[in-house]
Nanobody
Framework: VQLQAFGGGLVQAGGSLRLSCAAS????????MGWYRQAPGKQRELVAA???????NYADSVKGRFTISRGNAKNTVYLQMNSLRPEDTAVYYC???????????WGKGTLVTVSS
């Protein structure tokens, strides 16, 4: 499985960005997809995740501002980021997990920079 993420960039505080991630290769119907981020000097953290059934969960820091969704093809995931803050600046990574098989895949990160 390969994951490719798009949509990072530079935006001013208060602005919006939409990240996209597409998975290719062997896709299972019961995979979960999500976004993590890692800021300089910090550990990677979960931003948002969504199950194959559409249940989403969010980090407290992004609730009400970010929305995760899956595409009709199920092997794509999006992260709509609104009201961006400088502290959202990080490299964002797409993740695909298949808990039933103990498998997990990561895409290359995409940089999001929010200027104040």
């Amino acid at each position: 499985v390969q994951l490719q993420a798009f949509g990072g960039g530079l935006v001013q505080a208060g602005g919006s960005l939409r990240l996209s991630c597409a998975a290719s290769g062997t896709i299972f119907s019961n995979d979960d997809m999500g976004w993590y981020r890692q800021a300089p000097g910090k550990q990677r953290e979960l931003v948002a995740a969504i199950t194959s059934g559409g249940t989403a969960n969010y980090a407290d820091s992004v609730k009400g501002r970010f929305t995760i969704s899956r595409g009709n093809a199920k092997n794509t995931v999006y992260l709509q980021m609104n009201s961006l803050r400088p502290e959202d600046t990080a490299v964002y990574y797409c993740n695909l997990a298949i808990p039933s098989r103990g498998m997990e895949y990561w895409g290359k990160g995409t940089l999001v920079t929010v200027s104040s």
